[in-house]
């Protein structure tokens, strides 16, 4: 990408502070070595950078390029069926207890080949860069063995080679129980998701480790025996935690440090004290929560009042959430957590990019960040959370493909 002066906007920095998304009107911002070299009001543009090319963007709407911090894109089939079942009042546990969920994807990535799963996903990939996205986490989860699982994360590595994004891959072998190990998770734990996240590292295919921490899957003392030696080998860790029931996983994450705890439907409101000192990320998926019908909120209000950075993200999968639209996972956020579109904002942008450790790369609009932006046909940034999906991104300013 070249050097590049570009004017005519307005830029949401989303850069906390006193103005509402960071926001500089009659804009103007630089873009050099790929990275931003300067942003501000037209008027005070330094004089060192007046001699480069510059490009008018019409008076449109920039914001940092959106983050998904929260994906199961790598799976084959659908679960179109357990849908239906779950329409006629079946529970997602009951469907999970019944061989049905988690257990049937893993059945059909395992029988696809590679260029079979690497077709399908870039499908569900494509629906997010159209709509901004620059950064995809990526989790293992639909394999359930060793070699199935390093799979997974090679096919995800391998998307971010066909396409211009950066994927972020996380070992989630810690995600249910295969029928080969049923009622021996323990023996799952230390023969599968330990000893293939050891190859995992040595490999460098994995950027983080995650467990599913639930009744239906793994407990606390499970995950927390994968957790220490996610340490011991430095890989940060996250949770998914508390979305069908409190079994003290965002506690847990928080005690190792974790990036972030995820879902959180069911965190007391009392237990947010002591996973906001942690600095760890709620990462809140509101696609499942619609999905699967749920009733009880994340308490919203106690995270504000405990200054918890708020991410949002599709949770794109093939069960609980078959949602491949970021900009409708910012609506369902303001609808269903009532959450301000500011919030849902700052939710795929900031805090999604600390989410996944990278805040020094991504999420704001700031001198020394990458210049990963995205360019929208709107007025306003809080349009982006109004719209139920749509085509309003004009395009990507992107180090990774030419402007």
């Known amino acids: 990408?070249?050097?590049?002066?570009?004017?005519?906007?307005?830029?949401?920095?989303m850069i906390k502070g006193d103005k509402p998304y960071g926001l500089i009107s009659d804009a103007t911002f630089v873009v050099q070595n790929k990275?931003?070299?300067?942003?501000?009001?037209?008027?005070?543009?330094?004089a060192r950078f007046v001699h480069m090319k510059s490009e008018d963007l019409g008076g449109r709407v920039v914001t940092p390029a959106l983050i998904d911090c929260h994906t199961h894109l790598v799976f084959a089939g659908s679960r179109a069926l357990e849908f239906a079942d779950r329409l006629g009042g079946a529970s997602y546990q009951e469907i999970a207890l019944n061989g049905g969920g988690i257990v049937s994807t893993v059945l059909a990535t395992r029988n696809a080949t590679d260029e079979q799963l690497v077709t399908q996903?870039?499908?569900?990939?494509?629906?997010?860069i159209g709509e901004g996205v620059a950064v995809v986490e990526i989790k293992s989860g639909y394999g359930l063995t060793i070699e199935d699982e390093?799979?997974?994360?090679?096919?995800?590595?391998?998307?971010?080679?066909?396409?211009?994004?950066?994927?972020?891959?996380?070992?989630?072998?810690?995600?249910?129980?295969?029928?080969?190990?049923?009622?021996?998770?323990?023996?799952?734990?230390?023969?599968?998701?330990?000893?293939?996240?050891?190859?995992?590292v040595k490999e460098g295919l994995i950027d983080a480790v995650d467990g599913f921490c639930e009744e239906i899957a793994f407990s606390?003392?499970?995950?927390?025996?994968?957790?220490?030696?996610?340490?011991?080998?430095?890989?940060?860790?996250?949770?998914?935690?508390?979305?069908?029931?409190?079994?003290?996983?965002?506690?847990?994450a928080a005690r190792y440090n974790g990036l972030s705890a995820d879902h959180l439907e069911h965190l007391a409101a009392t237990d947010v004290a002591?996973?906001?000192?942690?600095?760890?990320?709620?990462?809140?998926?509101?696609?499942?929560?619609?999905?699967?019908?749920?009733?009880?909120?994340?308490?919203i209000q106690q995270l504000r009042k405990h200054d918890v950075d708020i991410a949002i993200a599709t949770d794109c999968n093939p069960g609980s959430s078959p949602l491949s639209s970021i900009i409708t996972a910012m609506n369902?956020?303001?609808?269903?957590?009532?959450?301000?579109?500011e919030e849902a904002?700052?939710?795929?942008?900031?805090?999604?990019?600390?989410?996944?450790?990278?805040?020094?790369?991504?999420?704001?609009?700031?001198?020394?960040?990458?210049?990963?932006?995205?360019?929208?046909?709107?007025?306003?940034?809080?349009?982006?959370?109004?719209?139920?999906?749509?085509?309003?991104?004009?395009?990507?300013?992107?180090?990774?493909?030419?402007?």
């Open 121 to 128: 996903s870039l499908r569900r990939l494509d629906c997010l």
């Open 35 to 46: 990275r931003i070299a300067w942003v501000g009001k037209t008027a005070d543009l330094p």
């Open 274 to 299: 002591e996973f906001a000192s942690s600095g760890a990320v709620a990462v809140l998926l509101p696609g499942a929560f619609y999905t699967l019908r749920e009733t009880k909120l994340p308490p």
């Open 220 to 252: 606390a003392q499970q995950i927390e025996r994968l957790f220490k030696i996610a340490k011991s080998l430095n890989i940060p860790v996250k949770l998914h935690a508390e979305q069908l029931s409190d079994q003290k996983g965002a506690l847990l």
């Open 150 to 200: 390093l799979r997974m994360l090679r096919i995800a590595r391998t998307l971010a080679t066909l396409r211009p994004v950066k994927i972020v891959t996380t070992w989630l072998a810690a995600h249910a129980i295969p029928p080969e190990y049923r009622l021996r998770a323990d023996e799952y734990i230390d023969q599968i998701a330990i000893p293939g996240l050891q190859r995992g």
């Open 345 to 403: 904002l700052t939710g795929v942008t900031r805090s999604a990019a600390k989410a996944l450790n990278l805040s020094k790369q991504f999420g704001v609009i700031a001198p020394g960040v990458v210049a990963e932006l995205a360019v929208w046909n709107i007025d306003h940034p809080a349009e982006l959370s109004y719209w139920l999906g749509g085509c309003v991104l004009y395009k990507r300013i992107s180090q990774m493909v030419e402007a």
């Open 332 to 341: 369902m956020a303001c609808t269903e957590f009532l959450m301000t579109p």
């Open 1 to 13: 990408m070249q050097d590049m002066i570009y004017t005519g906007s307005s830029v949401a920095t």
